[in-house]
């Protein structure tokens, strides 16, 4: 959906200024991710653009003010005549994760485990969206599908802060819902499992 932006040539829609950012040239910088938080169909046509790039290593970072200047040129070309444009760094959330399975007891613990790993990793290999909120269901679901995991009995979230990681601006407390099945958030933030062989623990029972 993010290959193509609107026939008029124009942006118009907050999904046109997010697919149009990339489609930026990557000799223009690189964009990983990029959200609009502003409604452009509204009379306030001011709009805040996030974006978040990544390092060598893949792992997110602030985009540079080259970079975003870069962007903001770019769209220039296409905005609606009205529009102004803000673009802000979103807020990275470093998070991390131990899952506790009931295992098969004709099924080796640690080969399971090592299963749920291989599964996690595939399942994180790419970024989140800016604001895309993270379901617990989806992690008792891809983990109950593997041989030899009979239930998930929980999956306890934490929030990274050592060095190494971006200082994170919420607790988890107020990253978690009422109700516990989700992390909730925010629609300046954007949620990383930095180093998944770090940050995905598993406990089989």
């Known amino acids: 959906s993010y290959g193509a932006y609107a026939s008029q ?6 999904e046109d200024y997010e697919s149009y950012v990339y489609l930026m040239p990557p000799k223009f910088g690189s964009i990983k991710r990029a959200t609009v938080i502003n409604d ?4 306030n046509r001011r709009l805040s ?4 790039s990544v390092d060598n290593s893949g792992n997110l970072v602030l985009s540079n003010d080259t970079i975003k200047q870069n962007v903001k040129t770019w769209l220039n070309k296409n905005k609606m005549l009205n529009d102004s444009i803000d673009i802000y760094d979103p807020y990275i ?3 991390g994760f131990t899952f506790y399975i009931s295992v098969d007891a004709s099924y080796d ?17 790419d ?27 929980n999956v306890v979230f934490d929030i990274k802060n050592a060095a190494n990681y971006a200082s994170s601006p919420i607790s988890l407390q107020e990253l ?21 062989n770090l940050d995905i623990r598993g406990v089989a029972r």
Not at 9 to 14: C, D, F, I, L, Q
Not at 127 to 153: A, C, F, T, W
Request: charged fraction near 20%.
């Open 9 to 14: 040539n124009r942006a118009v829609t907050r």
């Open 40 to 43: 452009p169909s509204s009379s």
């Open 49 to 52: 653009l996030y974006i978040a």
């Open 93 to 95: 959330i470093n998070i």
């Open 109 to 125: 613990k640690q080969i399971v485990l090592n299963d749920c790993f291989t599964r996690l990793n595939q399942m994180f290999s």
């Open 127 to 153: 970024k989140m969206y800016i604001g895309e909120p993270l379901y617990v269901s989806k992690i008792y679901r891809e983990l109950n599908k593997l041989d030899g995991v009979i239930d998930v009995q």
């Open 176 to 196: 978690t819902s009422n109700d516990g099945t989700f992390l909730k958030t925010p629609k300046n933030a954007i949620l990383e499992i930095k180093f998944p």
